[in-house]
Protein backbone atom coordinates (compact mmCIF):
# COMPACT_ATOMS: atom_id res chain seq x y z
CA UNK A 1 0.00 0.00 0.00
CA UNK A 2 1.13 3.09 -0.75
CA UNK A 3 0.67 6.12 1.86
CA UNK A 4 0.85 10.04 1.65
CA UNK A 5 3.00 11.23 4.09
CA UNK A 6 -0.19 12.61 5.96
CA UNK A 7 -1.62 9.14 5.87
CA UNK A 8 2.05 8.20 6.98
CA UNK A 9 1.59 10.43 10.13
CA UNK A 10 -1.79 9.12 10.91
CA UNK A 11 -0.06 5.50 11.24
CA UNK A 12 2.91 6.50 13.32
CA UNK A 13 0.09 8.66 15.95
CA UNK A 14 0.93 11.45 15.34
CA UNK A 15 -2.80 12.05 15.68
CA UNK A 16 -3.56 9.42 18.36
CA UNK A 17 -4.34 6.25 18.97
CA UNK A 18 -7.53 5.67 18.11
CA UNK A 19 -6.69 7.40 14.07
CA UNK A 20 -3.41 5.29 14.01
CA UNK A 21 -5.59 1.74 15.04
CA UNK A 22 -8.07 2.43 12.04
CA UNK A 23 -5.31 3.29 9.95
CA UNK A 24 -3.77 0.02 10.41
CA UNK A 25 -6.84 -1.71 10.06
CA UNK A 26 -7.78 0.14 6.61
CA UNK A 27 -4.10 -0.49 5.62
CA UNK A 28 -4.25 -4.35 5.90
CA UNK A 29 -7.70 -4.21 4.47
CA UNK A 30 -6.20 -2.15 1.37
CA UNK A 31 -3.63 -5.03 0.71
CA UNK A 32 -5.96 -7.74 1.41
CA UNK A 33 -8.11 -6.40 -1.12
CA UNK A 34 -5.17 -5.53 -3.83
CA UNK A 35 -5.34 -1.52 -3.20
CA UNK A 36 -2.65 0.54 -4.16
CA UNK A 37 -3.92 3.45 -1.84
CA UNK A 38 -6.24 5.06 0.38
CA UNK A 39 -8.91 7.57 -0.82
CA UNK A 40 -10.75 10.54 0.75
CA UNK A 41 -14.59 9.71 1.43
CA UNK A 42 -16.58 12.32 2.69
CA UNK A 43 -19.54 10.55 5.05
CA UNK A 44 -20.31 7.15 6.16
CA UNK A 45 -22.93 5.22 7.34
CA UNK A 46 -22.10 2.92 10.46
CA UNK A 47 -23.78 -0.19 10.61
CA UNK A 48 -22.01 -1.57 13.81
CA UNK A 49 -24.70 0.16 16.35
CA UNK A 50 -26.39 -3.01 17.07
CA UNK A 51 -25.30 -5.17 20.12
CA UNK A 52 -26.76 -8.04 18.75
CA UNK A 53 -25.20 -7.78 15.35
CA UNK A 54 -21.30 -6.71 16.94
CA UNK A 55 -21.75 -8.34 20.04
CA UNK A 56 -18.82 -8.05 23.28
CA UNK A 57 -16.24 -7.71 20.81
CA UNK A 58 -17.99 -5.05 18.98
CA UNK A 59 -18.74 -3.01 22.12
CA UNK A 60 -15.24 -3.56 23.44
CA UNK A 61 -13.57 -1.87 20.14
CA UNK A 62 -16.67 0.70 19.86
CA UNK A 63 -15.65 1.22 23.53
CA UNK A 64 -11.82 0.89 22.68
CA UNK A 65 -11.82 3.75 19.89
CA UNK A 66 -13.89 6.46 22.36
CA UNK A 67 -11.00 5.43 24.91
CA UNK A 68 -8.01 6.13 22.60
CA UNK A 69 -9.97 9.43 21.88
CA UNK A 70 -11.68 8.65 18.76
CA UNK A 71 -13.77 11.22 16.75
CA UNK A 72 -15.11 10.67 13.52
CA UNK A 73 -13.81 13.45 11.27
CA UNK A 74 -16.54 12.97 8.35
CA UNK A 75 -20.26 13.53 9.07
CA UNK A 76 -21.78 9.77 10.19
CA UNK A 77 -25.41 8.44 10.16
CA UNK A 78 -26.25 5.42 12.35
CA UNK A 79 -27.64 2.23 11.69
CA UNK A 80 -31.01 0.76 13.87
CA UNK A 81 -30.14 -0.03 17.80
CA UNK A 82 -30.83 -3.06 19.54
CA UNK A 83 -33.88 -1.58 21.52
CA UNK A 84 -36.41 0.83 21.45
CA UNK A 85 -34.81 3.44 23.80
CA UNK A 86 -37.83 4.58 25.24
CA UNK A 87 -39.85 1.34 25.27
CA UNK A 88 -37.73 -1.74 25.22
CA UNK A 89 -39.47 -2.58 28.77
CA UNK A 90 -43.05 -2.97 27.32
CA UNK A 91 -41.04 -5.23 24.28
CA UNK A 92 -39.66 -7.23 26.63
CA UNK A 93 -36.09 -6.70 25.75
CA UNK A 94 -33.69 -8.69 28.82
CA UNK A 95 -32.16 -5.25 30.68
CA UNK A 96 -28.93 -6.69 30.90
CA UNK A 97 -29.01 -6.57 26.82
CA UNK A 98 -30.66 -3.65 27.12
CA UNK A 99 -27.65 -1.87 29.15
CA UNK A 100 -25.36 -3.14 26.28
CA UNK A 101 -26.97 -1.86 23.80
CA UNK A 102 -27.04 1.42 25.82
CA UNK A 103 -22.99 1.31 26.15
CA UNK A 104 -22.97 0.82 22.30
CA UNK A 105 -25.65 3.54 21.46
CA UNK A 106 -23.34 5.81 23.95
CA UNK A 107 -20.19 4.82 22.30
CA UNK A 108 -21.37 5.84 18.87
CA UNK A 109 -22.26 9.37 20.17
CA UNK A 110 -19.35 9.93 21.94
CA UNK A 111 -17.16 9.24 18.67
CA UNK A 112 -19.65 11.85 17.01
CA UNK A 113 -21.71 10.25 14.94
CA UNK A 114 -25.38 11.39 14.07
CA UNK A 115 -28.13 9.63 16.04
CA UNK A 116 -30.34 8.91 13.28
CA UNK A 117 -30.11 4.94 13.89
CA UNK A 118 -32.33 3.83 10.65
CA UNK A 119 -31.36 1.73 7.93
CA UNK A 120 -32.77 3.73 5.34
CA UNK A 121 -30.19 6.61 5.91
CA UNK A 122 -30.84 7.39 1.82
CA UNK A 123 -34.27 8.56 2.67
CA UNK A 124 -33.52 10.63 5.91
CA UNK A 125 -30.59 11.43 6.90
CA UNK A 126 -27.55 12.75 4.82
CA UNK A 127 -27.84 12.10 1.67
CA UNK A 128 -25.06 12.21 -0.59
CA UNK A 129 -25.19 13.57 -4.40
CA UNK A 130 -24.63 11.31 -7.25
CA UNK A 131 -20.76 10.64 -7.94
CA UNK A 132 -19.63 11.13 -4.06
CA UNK A 133 -17.18 9.02 -2.87
CA UNK A 134 -18.68 7.49 0.57
CA UNK A 135 -18.18 4.67 3.02
CA UNK A 136 -21.57 3.06 3.52
CA UNK A 137 -22.32 0.17 5.23
CA UNK A 138 -25.51 -2.25 6.15
CA UNK A 139 -26.04 -3.85 2.63
CA UNK A 140 -29.86 -2.59 1.57
CA UNK A 141 -28.47 0.90 2.55
CA UNK A 142 -25.14 0.07 0.36
CA UNK A 143 -26.97 -1.47 -2.58
CA UNK A 144 -29.52 1.72 -2.30
CA UNK A 145 -27.32 4.73 -2.47
CA UNK A 146 -24.91 2.80 -5.23
CA UNK A 147 -27.77 1.91 -7.47
CA UNK A 148 -30.38 4.37 -7.08
CA UNK A 149 -28.45 7.74 -6.21
CA UNK A 150 -24.82 7.12 -7.83
CA UNK A 151 -22.83 7.80 -5.01
CA UNK A 152 -19.88 5.04 -4.65
CA UNK A 153 -19.31 3.47 -1.43
CA UNK A 154 -17.44 -0.39 -1.35
CA UNK A 155 -19.40 -3.15 0.53
CA UNK A 156 -18.53 -2.07 4.60
CA UNK A 157 -19.01 -3.96 7.80
CA UNK A 158 -19.00 -3.46 10.91
CA UNK A 159 -14.89 -1.87 11.99
CA UNK A 160 -14.12 -0.94 8.97
CA UNK A 161 -17.18 1.62 8.79
CA UNK A 162 -15.51 3.27 12.47
CA UNK A 163 -12.26 3.49 10.81
CA UNK A 164 -13.52 4.69 7.91
CA UNK A 165 -15.53 7.43 9.82
CA UNK A 166 -12.32 8.24 12.00
CA UNK A 167 -10.06 8.65 9.17
CA UNK A 168 -11.56 9.79 6.41
CA UNK A 169 -10.15 7.02 3.95
CA UNK A 170 -11.12 4.00 2.52
CA UNK A 171 -8.99 1.35 0.37
CA UNK A 172 -9.39 2.86 -3.14
CA UNK A 173 -11.51 -0.51 -4.65
CA UNK A 174 -14.22 -1.95 -5.90
CA UNK A 175 -17.29 -0.03 -6.27
CA UNK A 176 -15.47 3.42 -5.87
CA UNK A 177 -14.16 3.19 -9.31
CA UNK A 178 -15.79 3.78 -12.40
CA UNK A 179 -14.86 0.28 -14.24
CA UNK A 180 -15.92 -1.59 -11.62
CA UNK A 181 -19.45 0.13 -11.59
CA UNK A 182 -20.32 -1.54 -15.18
CA UNK A 183 -23.41 -3.61 -15.13
CA UNK A 184 -22.79 -7.85 -16.48
CA UNK A 185 -25.84 -9.59 -17.14
CA UNK A 186 -29.16 -8.17 -18.10
CA UNK A 187 -31.88 -9.21 -16.74
CA UNK A 188 -35.28 -8.50 -18.87
CA UNK A 189 -38.72 -8.30 -17.64
CA UNK A 190 -40.45 -10.60 -19.83
CA UNK A 191 -44.28 -8.71 -20.46
CA UNK A 192 -43.84 -6.12 -18.05
CA UNK A 193 -47.83 -5.79 -19.17
CA UNK A 194 -48.63 -9.09 -17.29
CA UNK A 195 -47.34 -7.66 -13.92
CA UNK A 196 -49.01 -6.28 -11.24
CA UNK A 197 -46.54 -3.31 -10.37
CA UNK A 198 -49.48 -1.68 -8.42
CA UNK A 199 -48.88 -4.61 -5.91
CA UNK A 200 -45.99 -3.45 -3.51
CA UNK A 201 -44.92 -7.09 -3.04
CA UNK A 202 -43.92 -7.44 -6.52
CA UNK A 203 -40.71 -5.00 -6.31
CA UNK A 204 -39.15 -7.38 -3.97
CA UNK A 205 -39.78 -10.34 -5.40
CA UNK A 206 -38.07 -8.64 -8.22
CA UNK A 207 -35.11 -7.46 -6.29
CA UNK A 208 -35.50 -11.42 -4.86
CA UNK A 209 -35.25 -12.75 -8.18
CA UNK A 210 -32.42 -10.24 -9.48
CA UNK A 211 -29.89 -11.34 -6.72
CA UNK A 212 -30.87 -14.78 -7.29
CA UNK A 213 -29.87 -14.10 -11.32
CA UNK A 214 -27.41 -11.75 -10.82
CA UNK A 215 -24.53 -14.51 -9.09
CA UNK A 216 -22.39 -12.07 -7.73
CA UNK A 217 -22.20 -10.03 -10.93
CA UNK A 218 -23.60 -6.21 -11.59
CA UNK A 219 -27.54 -6.84 -12.89
CA UNK A 220 -29.09 -4.66 -15.50
CA UNK A 221 -32.66 -4.52 -15.46
CA UNK A 222 -35.10 -3.72 -18.31
CA UNK A 223 -38.89 -3.54 -18.02
CA UNK A 224 -39.30 -1.75 -14.58
CA UNK A 225 -42.06 1.19 -15.27
CA UNK A 226 -41.41 4.76 -15.01
CA UNK A 227 -43.60 4.87 -12.04
CA UNK A 228 -41.11 2.73 -9.87
CA UNK A 229 -40.94 5.08 -6.42
CA UNK A 230 -38.19 5.23 -4.05
CA UNK A 231 -40.24 3.44 -1.68
CA UNK A 232 -40.51 0.45 -4.04
CA UNK A 233 -36.51 0.46 -4.77
CA UNK A 234 -36.39 0.38 -0.87
CA UNK A 235 -37.47 -3.02 -1.07
CA UNK A 236 -36.02 -3.98 -4.07
CA UNK A 237 -32.77 -3.01 -3.03
CA UNK A 238 -32.86 -4.93 0.45
CA UNK A 239 -34.28 -8.35 -1.20
CA UNK A 240 -31.65 -8.38 -4.01
CA UNK A 241 -29.04 -7.59 -1.32
CA UNK A 242 -30.25 -10.17 0.42
CA UNK A 243 -30.39 -12.99 -1.90
CA UNK A 244 -27.61 -11.85 -4.18
CA UNK A 245 -25.12 -10.02 -1.79
CA UNK A 246 -26.15 -7.33 -4.66
CA UNK A 247 -24.80 -3.82 -3.72
CA UNK A 248 -25.41 -2.31 -7.18
CA UNK A 249 -27.78 -3.06 -9.52
CA UNK A 250 -28.96 -0.76 -12.66
CA UNK A 251 -32.04 -0.28 -14.33
CA UNK A 252 -32.14 0.82 -17.51
CA UNK A 253 -33.92 4.75 -17.67
CA UNK A 254 -34.76 4.53 -14.26
CA UNK A 255 -31.62 4.50 -12.24
CA UNK A 256 -29.11 7.40 -12.78
CA UNK A 257 -25.73 4.83 -14.32
CA UNK A 258 -28.14 3.59 -17.12
CA UNK A 259 -29.90 6.02 -18.56
CA UNK A 260 -29.40 4.59 -21.73
CA UNK A 261 -27.68 0.80 -22.62
CA UNK A 262 -24.60 1.80 -23.53
CA UNK A 263 -23.92 4.18 -19.82
CA UNK A 264 -25.44 1.00 -18.03
CA UNK A 265 -22.76 -1.81 -19.60
CA UNK A 266 -20.30 1.31 -20.55
CA UNK A 267 -20.00 0.55 -24.37
CA UNK A 268 -19.67 -3.24 -23.79
CA UNK A 269 -21.83 -6.31 -24.34
CA UNK A 270 -23.54 -8.52 -21.41
CA UNK A 271 -22.00 -11.52 -20.23
CA UNK A 272 -25.73 -13.38 -20.17
CA UNK A 273 -29.09 -12.12 -20.80
CA UNK A 274 -31.89 -13.61 -18.60
CA UNK A 275 -35.65 -12.97 -18.54
CA UNK A 276 -38.09 -12.71 -15.43
CA UNK A 277 -41.01 -14.38 -16.16
CA UNK A 278 -44.54 -14.34 -14.20
CA UNK A 279 -43.25 -18.10 -13.34
CA UNK A 280 -40.31 -16.65 -11.20
CA UNK A 281 -42.61 -14.19 -9.41
CA UNK A 282 -44.30 -16.89 -8.50
CA UNK A 283 -41.54 -19.25 -7.70
CA UNK A 284 -39.42 -16.47 -5.37
CA UNK A 285 -42.96 -15.63 -3.53
CA UNK A 286 -42.78 -19.53 -2.76
CA UNK A 287 -39.91 -19.99 -1.27
CA UNK A 288 -40.30 -16.64 0.76
CA UNK A 289 -43.32 -18.18 2.17
CA UNK A 290 -42.09 -20.43 4.50
CA UNK A 291 -45.20 -21.14 6.69
CA UNK A 292 -48.55 -22.45 5.29
CA UNK A 293 -50.96 -20.17 6.72
CA UNK A 294 -52.55 -20.09 10.02
CA UNK A 295 -52.60 -18.48 12.94
CA UNK A 296 -50.54 -15.32 12.98
CA UNK A 297 -48.52 -14.41 16.09
CA UNK A 298 -46.96 -10.86 14.46
CA UNK A 299 -47.22 -8.52 11.65
CA UNK A 300 -44.38 -6.50 10.88
CA UNK A 301 -43.87 -3.88 8.25
CA UNK A 302 -40.53 -1.63 7.62
CA UNK A 303 -37.64 -3.39 6.66
CA UNK A 304 -35.76 -1.41 6.03
CA UNK A 305 -37.35 1.28 7.82
CA UNK A 306 -40.86 2.66 6.52
CA UNK A 307 -40.73 5.96 4.93
CA UNK A 308 -43.29 8.41 5.96
CA UNK A 309 -45.85 7.49 2.93
CA UNK A 310 -45.62 4.07 3.32
CA UNK A 311 -47.08 4.30 6.95
CA UNK A 312 -49.68 6.63 5.63
CA UNK A 313 -50.88 4.38 3.31
CA UNK A 314 -51.20 1.62 5.97
CA UNK A 315 -53.27 4.66 8.03
CA UNK A 316 -55.51 4.30 4.93
CA UNK A 317 -56.21 0.66 4.62
CA UNK A 318 -56.34 0.42 8.74
CA UNK A 319 -58.97 2.97 8.21
CA UNK A 320 -59.63 2.54 12.13
CA UNK A 321 -59.97 -1.30 12.33
CA UNK A 322 -58.55 -2.97 15.28
CA UNK A 323 -55.87 -5.56 15.37
CA UNK A 324 -57.17 -8.64 16.89
CA UNK A 325 -56.82 -9.82 20.09
CA UNK A 326 -53.52 -11.62 20.23
CA UNK A 327 -51.84 -10.26 17.39
CA UNK A 328 -48.91 -8.13 17.70
CA UNK A 329 -48.67 -5.86 14.83
CA UNK A 330 -45.30 -3.98 14.49
CA UNK A 331 -44.06 -0.72 12.21
CA UNK A 332 -40.80 -0.35 12.22
CA UNK A 333 -39.63 3.60 11.30
CA UNK A 334 -36.85 5.66 12.44
CA UNK A 335 -37.03 9.17 15.26
CA UNK A 336 -37.98 11.30 12.04
CA UNK A 337 -40.85 9.71 10.76
CA UNK A 338 -41.91 8.91 14.38
CA UNK A 339 -41.67 12.58 14.78
CA UNK A 340 -44.25 13.71 11.98
CA UNK A 341 -46.56 10.76 12.48
CA UNK A 342 -46.88 12.27 16.33
CA UNK A 343 -46.96 15.53 14.73
CA UNK A 344 -50.06 14.66 12.30
CA UNK A 345 -51.63 12.61 14.38
CA UNK A 346 -50.98 9.50 12.39
CA UNK A 347 -49.29 8.00 15.53
CA UNK A 348 -52.37 8.02 17.23
CA UNK A 349 -54.60 6.60 14.61
CA UNK A 350 -52.28 3.82 14.43
CA UNK A 351 -52.08 3.47 18.62
CA UNK A 352 -56.13 3.61 18.76
CA UNK A 353 -56.42 0.62 16.20
CA UNK A 354 -53.33 -1.52 18.05
CA UNK A 355 -50.50 -0.84 15.50
CA UNK A 356 -46.75 -0.36 17.63
CA UNK A 357 -44.45 2.19 16.07
CA UNK A 358 -41.06 1.36 16.90
CA UNK A 359 -38.63 3.69 16.72
CA UNK A 360 -34.52 3.85 15.97
CA UNK A 361 -34.55 -0.14 16.03
CA UNK A 362 -34.58 -3.55 14.08
CA UNK A 363 -36.73 -6.55 15.21
CA UNK A 364 -33.71 -8.87 13.81
CA UNK A 365 -31.35 -7.27 16.24
CA UNK A 366 -33.65 -7.30 19.37
CA UNK A 367 -32.80 -10.58 22.00
CA UNK A 368 -36.01 -12.33 21.47
CA UNK A 369 -36.05 -14.77 24.26
CA UNK A 370 -39.26 -13.84 25.62
CA UNK A 371 -41.09 -13.77 22.74
CA UNK A 372 -42.16 -17.30 21.08
CA UNK A 373 -43.56 -16.26 17.22
CA UNK A 374 -44.42 -19.37 15.46
CA UNK A 375 -45.79 -17.10 12.24
CA UNK A 376 -45.54 -14.18 11.05
CA UNK A 377 -46.57 -11.97 8.15
CA UNK A 378 -44.62 -9.27 6.43
CA UNK A 379 -44.17 -6.87 3.31
CA UNK A 380 -40.60 -7.54 3.16
CA UNK A 381 -38.41 -9.65 0.79
CA UNK A 382 -35.65 -9.15 3.63
CA UNK A 383 -37.47 -9.83 6.86
CA UNK A 384 -39.04 -13.16 5.35
CA UNK A 385 -35.83 -14.08 4.07
CA UNK A 386 -33.98 -13.35 7.31
CA UNK A 387 -36.93 -14.15 9.95
CA UNK A 388 -37.02 -18.14 9.98
CA UNK A 389 -33.19 -18.46 10.71
CA UNK A 390 -32.75 -15.48 13.40
CA UNK A 391 -36.62 -15.64 14.85
CA UNK A 392 -37.35 -19.13 14.33
CA UNK A 393 -40.90 -18.11 12.80
CA UNK A 394 -42.42 -19.43 9.69
CA UNK A 395 -43.27 -16.17 7.58
CA UNK A 396 -46.28 -15.45 5.14
CA UNK A 397 -45.14 -12.68 2.83
CA UNK A 398 -47.71 -10.30 0.87
CA UNK A 399 -48.42 -7.04 0.44
CA UNK A 400 -49.25 -4.04 3.22
CA UNK A 401 -53.02 -5.13 2.38
CA UNK A 402 -52.11 -8.61 2.85
CA UNK A 403 -50.72 -7.44 6.14
CA UNK A 404 -53.59 -5.46 7.55
CA UNK A 405 -56.05 -8.44 6.75
CA UNK A 406 -54.37 -10.96 8.70
CA UNK A 407 -53.56 -8.18 11.73
CA UNK A 408 -57.35 -7.77 11.72
CA UNK A 409 -58.43 -11.60 11.31
CA UNK A 410 -55.81 -12.65 13.08
CA UNK A 411 -55.49 -15.07 10.69
CA UNK A 412 -53.72 -15.76 7.18
CA UNK A 413 -53.37 -17.91 3.54
CA UNK A 414 -50.49 -18.21 2.23
CA UNK A 415 -50.74 -17.10 -1.71
FE1 LIG B 1 -33.27 -2.54 8.58
FE2 LIG B 1 -33.37 -4.53 10.22
FE3 LIG B 1 -34.46 -4.74 7.87
S1 LIG B 1 -31.67 -3.17 9.93
S2 LIG B 1 -33.16 -3.49 6.58
S3 LIG B 1 -35.10 -3.34 9.50
S4 LIG B 1 -33.30 -6.31 8.91
Known sequence: MRLTDEEKRMLDGKYGKAVAMAMTILSKLGELYGAEELMPISQVHLDGCSFKAVGEAGLEFTEKMVDYGGKVCVPATTNPISRDMKRWREFRIPPAFAEKSRRLEDACMRLGAVPTWTCAPYLYGIVPRFGQQIAWAESNAINFVNSVIGARTARYGDFADICAAVTGRVPKFSLHLTENRRGEVLLKIKNPRLFDFNDDSTYPLIGYIVGDMAQGRIPVIEGMPESTTPDHLKGLSAAAASSGNVALFHILEITPEAFTYEAAFQGKQPLL?????????????????????????????????????????????????????????????????????????????????????????????????NWQFRLLVTNSGKFAHYAPGIMGSRVVFGGIEKCVEAAVTGEVRRA
Open 273 to 369: IQEISEEEILKARQSLNTGEGGQVDLVIIGCPHASYSEVEKLVQIMNGKKVRKGVEFWVQTNRTVHRWLEQTGLLDALSASGVKVLEDTCVLNWALD
